[in-house]
């Protein structure tokens, strides 16, 4: 079993940064790929950003290409979100998730493994 915990949410303003952290309690996640998911209020939840098992391949909604990214630090068992010049509508709460298949991760199913509780991110205008 994994556990994971979100954390680094909050209130920012408009053009500002966060960096959300996903850690994995439990069991290693070296071999997953890890996922970041949203959903906005009154929303269906939305792909984000994924990352593959090694790093290399990474993954992107287009509405947060260049402003947004995923990178993962197995030593400490967290994946980060990095993001940047945020803007109102990315108000939404922020789920990681982990499966070892990376297009799983990516189409954002229902069969992913392992799912945190979120995190809120409140982007002020």
């Known amino acids: 079993q994994v556990q994971l915990v979100e954390s680094g949410g909050g209130l920012v303003q408009a053009g500002g940064s966060l960096r959300l952290s996903c850690a994995a309690s439990?069991?290693?996640?070296?071999?997953?790929?890890v996922g970041w998911f949203r959903q906005a209020p009154g929303e269906e939840r939305v792909f984000v950003a994924a990352i593959n098992w090694s790093g290399r391949s990474t993954d992107y909604a287009d509405s947060v290409k260049g402003r947004f990214t995923i990178s993962r630090d197995d030593a400490w068992n967290t994946v980060y979100l990095q993001m940047n010049s945020l803007k109102p509508e990315d108000t939404a709460v922020y789920y990681c998730?982990?499966?070892?298949?990376?297009?799983?991760?990516?189409?954002?199913?229902?069969?992913?493994?392992?799912w945190g509780k979120g995190t809120l991110v409140t982007v002020s205008s």
């Open positions: 439990g069991r290693s996640f070296s071999n997953y790929a």
């Open positions: 998730a982990a499966d070892p298949i990376f297009a799983l991760v990516v189409a954002g199913g229902d069969g992913i493994d392992y």
